[in-house]
């Protein structure tokens, strides 16, 4: 198969599909790889890198589109991408479509068969291929959470784990996942006072046999978050629902009852964000002020450390990218359901049901739309 690595042009990402460790695992079983030029700069690795691990080195991404049959990637494709996809071609990347109607039309338009990593499924309800980026955004969340509070920052002045004599900050995580189990780990390795909510009774008792009597777990209610959130210095959302966009959970209202220069650091925000006045930013530009109240809701946390961010994602990925390159992607996803509920879009047809749900558009089955 023709593999092929474009330069991810989203702003601020410097993340790239394959490390040329991949590269060599597909080369060595006879796949064709060309990595557009340029694109493993953001993790240390130029082109020298991957023309000995056996790529082609591409000049320009259009390059690259025109010659792969499967494109791997890290972002979901950008508009100045939609008019390089071809009929039948295969993008294997995050593609996060139930907040963007404009990707979802343009990737039907396009004939294309769009996997994406974030609906791919494991053991026990898992999410293997989002596992690694959000275990890097959950960390992340606290670092940039606790730099949000220094006043400098616009925040209230506050010092995450305090010193002796004066009170630590209130951190509140709310979901108990991969993103919110990682953000407490860091919160309470910062001696931040950690309250954790969450609607799984199973994972609450999980997370209080994991981290004891330091950690603070509350049921997940409107009324609960409400009370939570209102004295908190920092809250952290971290909710995910499959494929599908995320609840707003924290009101404008609720903000209102809040102190001034307290910082929401909104992970979910590539499903739309978890809080009513949340809006994509940059790490170029990643806060505002709304209600006052810090806001960080960068769109692609982990591409701010790219280097570590991709080689976690390879890991988790490049056994599906093996099987997709060789057996094709047809018996590859006939072979693993897990790989087959990543199946988004399938020439020309909705196969997520979760994004047909949230933009009222027509959904088949997987399994029918592949028959």
Not at 6 to 28: F, H, M, N, Q, W
Not at 173 to 192: C, D, P, W, Y
Not at 294 to 323: D, E, I, K, Q
Request: with cysteine.
């Amino acid at each position: 198969m023709r593999i092929g690595v474009p330069k991810e042009i989203k702003e601020d990402e410097y993340r790239v599909g394959l490390t040329p460790g991949s590269v060599r695992e597909l080369a060595a079983r006879g796949h064709e790889v060309m990595v557009q030029s340029g694109a493993g700069a953001g993790i240390g690795m130029d082109d020298g890198h991957y023309q000995r691990a056996g790529a082609k080195i591409g000049a320009a991404a259009g390059d690259v589109w025109s010659y792969a049959d499967m494109i791997v990637k890290v972002k979901e494709p950008q508009a100045a991408e939609f008019p390089s996809m071809k009929k039948g071609q295969v993008l294997f990347t995050y593609l996060h479509l139930a907040p963007d109607p404009d990707q979802t039309e343009s990737l039907l338009k396009a004939d294309v068969v769009g996997i994406a990593y974030e609906t791919v499924t494991g053991p026990n309800n898992t999410l293997p291929l989002l596992s690694p980026m959000s275990e890097v955004a959950g960390r992340m969340a606290v670092q940039a959470g606790a730099h949000c509070l220094e006043r400098e920052a616009g925040g209230s002045g506050i010092l995450l784990g305090g010193v002796p004599g004066v009170k630590a900050a209130n951190v509140v995580v709310i979901g108990g996942g991969v993103v919110g189990t990682n953000a407490i780990r860091v919160a309470m390795g910062m001696e931040a006072q950690v309250t954790v909510i969450d609607r799984s009774l199973p994972r609450l008792k999980e997370l209080d046999f994991e981290f004891g009597g330091r950690l603070n777990t509350i049921y997940s209610t409107v009324e609960a978050i409400e009370q939570y959130v209102a004295d908190a210095d920092l809250v952290v959302g971290a909710v995910l629902v499959p494929g599908a966009e995320a609840p707003r959970l924290v009101t404008r209202a609720m903000l209102r009852e809040m102190r001034a220069g307290s910082v929401l650091v909104d992970v979910a925000i590539d499903q739309g964000g978890c809080f009513e006045t949340s809006r994509p930013t940059t790490h170029s530009n990643p806060t505002y002020v709304e209600e006052r109240m810090v806001h960080y809701c960068v769109a692609n946390m982990p591409g701010a450390v790219p280097r570590t961010s991709t080689f976690a994602l390879n890991n988790a990925t490049l056994p599906y990218t093996l099987a997709l390159a060789g057996k094709g992607y047809r018996k590859a996803l006939a072979d693993d359901p897990h790989l087959l509920a990543g199946l988004n879009i399938y020439r020309g047809a909705v196969t997520c049901e979760a994004v047909a749900r949230a933009q009222e558009l027509a959904y088949r089955s997987a399994n029918e739309a592949l028959a």
